[in-house]
């Protein structure tokens, strides 16, 4: 009987999972037809896509390849991406000033260690410092790059400072949110323990917190910097600098020759970038 039981238990074949299932390939399909999606229409037009890269042999520097390997011009392509690298770098400083105290806020583990205590005034502090962490991180990370560069250079200008200011303020969103999982997920015996000795909430965060969010800490931060570097590659279409701006001017000439240079150097960066934080993330993880 037990045997049984245990079997039922286990069996994939549950009404809740059939359910779930039959749901999802619902919702697969309908969005399937809505947004009409073909297979054949890419099998179709990949013999088109193919003449593009190709290029013409008419048109000068049409083909991808056949990069532009001309030295002045590589030369300010890798002073572009050493721009874009800075822009990245400076916008990751701004998120961390962003992100390390909203993700406290947006936590409720940790709330309660600032603000102790179970009388409504406290409750209602806390929620109120939730929810104005928790709704600013989500406008900051829901508002595109794209958009928030638009934003800045109106106010600022062109060049690279609206578009660290935009990386900055959505990646500072986004690692708000990621923080403040990882903080919520911590082992809260160390909290309590330290609590029970009359420890401040700053000797806590230190000493009970933060060894614990170190390793997860370090971790996203490395990762969204490699995903600004992949973000400012783009936000020169908007003339917020870096590499994105000679990209955006070389694809709107059809200088497919220049594109595919710039696009080879952005992998190269972006895969050195990667290796340097795998190498990084292991050492401190």
Do not use: C
């Given at each position: 009987m037990k045997v049984q039981q245990l079997k039922q238990k286990l069996s994939p074949f549950k009404l809740k999972n059939i359910t779930i299932l039959l749901i999802c390939c619902i919702l697969i399909v309908w969005s399937w037809k809505s947004t009409e999606m073909s297979l054949s229409s890419l099998i179709e037009g990949i013999g088109?896509?193919?003449?593009?890269?190709?290029?013409?042999?008419?048109?000068?520097?049409?083909?991808?390849?056949?990069?532009?390997?001309?030295?002045?011009?590589?030369?300010?392509?890798f002073k572009a991406i050493i721009e874009t690298i800075q822009m990245a770098l400076l916008a990751l400083i701004l998120s961390i000033s962003i992100a390390f105290p909203l993700s406290f806020f947006a936590s409720r583990n940790l709330l309660t260690i600032f603000i102790p205590g179970n009388k409504l005034q406290d409750k209602i502090f806390r929620n109120v410092l939730y929810y104005f962490a928790f709704i600013t991180?989500?406008?900051?990370?829901?508002?595109?790059?794209?958009?928030?560069?638009?934003?800045?250079?109106?106010?600022?200008?062109?060049?690279?400072?609206?578009?660290?200011?935009?990386?900055?303020?959505?990646?500072?969103?986004?690692?708000?949110?990621?923080?403040?999982?990882?903080?919520?997920?911590i082992d809260p015996a160390p909290i309590e323990a330290l609590a029970s000795t009359g420890a401040s909430s700053i000797k806590i965060i230190r000493f009970a917190v933060i060894p614990?969010?170190?390793?997860?800490?370090?971790?996203?931060?490395?990762?969204?910097?490699?995903?600004?570097?992949?973000?400012?590659?783009?936000?020169?279409?908007?003339?917020a600098g870096g590499i994105g701006f000679y990209l955006f001017d070389a694809v709107r000439s059809f200088d497919n020759g220049s594109v595919s240079t710039i696009l080879i150097m952005i992998v190269i960066t972006v895969y050195l970038i990667d290796q340097l934080s795998a190498y990084l993330r292991k050492k401190a993880v």
């Open positions: 088109s896509m193919w003449q593009y890269v190709k290029g013409n042999p008419n048109i000068p520097n049409s083909s991808f390849f056949r990069p532009n390997l001309n030295p002045h011009y590589l030369w300010i392509y991180a989500n406008v900051f990370r829901s508002i595109n790059e794209i958009v928030w560069a638009l934003l800045f250079v109106t106010a600022v200008g062109l060049g690279p400072m609206a578009g660290i200011l935009a990386l900055g303020i959505h990646t500072g969103g986004v690692l708000s949110k990621l923080l403040a999982e990882g903080n919520e997920n614990q969010t170190l390793p997860h800490f370090v971790s996203m931060v490395l990762y969204r910097f490699e995903s600004d570097v992949r973000s400012a590659s783009i936000l020169g279409f908007v003339g």
